[in-house]
């Protein structure tokens, strides 16, 4: 059984310009569904956002949206889901959405994606959460973002044991399992050697 009950989708409110990334939104929610994990999700009925639900639900899959007031009718929140959470602010979106799930994967988006993205790393950076982030590179589109992560690192603003948190696959399944075996360094531990002074 997997450790991974509901897993956190970040992906754009908009479809993009080629069909492949609606298509692996639509795939990676039917997916879930079938290895019986949970999907949290921004709550939206439009773009990925609505692909990857309708998926999910094409599955009899659990379909758990957040998404703020502002947002309902911009977003169209979707009306199909198992359960649709209304929050006040993003702040309280994405606490939520990390509260909520085991992991989280980043599917093609714009600022919003990115912004869900790197907080969710940073607060693993920072261990203020233990759980699996993971980028599904729908057809290279992640490339650029893989070769700055490396370049950060390499430039000694991220340190290599950070980096390799980022887990990057091309298909649902590989990510998955890596995401099940996912194991935290002691991220913690570099704080408490600034703050004494070490490198």
Known sequence: MSRLRRICVYCGSSSGSDPIHRAAAHGL?????????GLVYGGGNVGLMGALADGALSQKGEVVGVIPRSLM??????????????????????????????GFIALPGGF???????????????????????????????????????????????????????????????LLARMEAFRPPELGKWIEKLVAGER
């Not at 977003?75 to 085991?102: A, F, N, W, Y």
């Open 29 to 37: 929610g039917a997916f879930l569904a079938q290895s019986g994990i």
């Open 73 to 102: 009718e911009k977003e169209l929140g979707h009306g199909g889901v198992t359960e649709l959470h209304v929050v006040g602010s993003m702040h309280e979106r994405k606490q939520l959405m990390v509260d909520l799930s085991d």
């Open 112 to 174: 919003g994606t990115l912004d869900e993205l790197f907080e969710t790393l940073t607060w693993l950076q920072l261990s203020f959460h233990d759980k699996p982030v993971g980028i599904l590179n729908v057809g290279g589109f992640f490339d650029g973002l893989i070769d700055f992560i490396t370049h950060m690192s390499q430039s000694g603003f991220l340190k290599p044991e950070h980096a390799a948190c980022v887990l990057v696959e091309n298909e649902s399944a590989a």
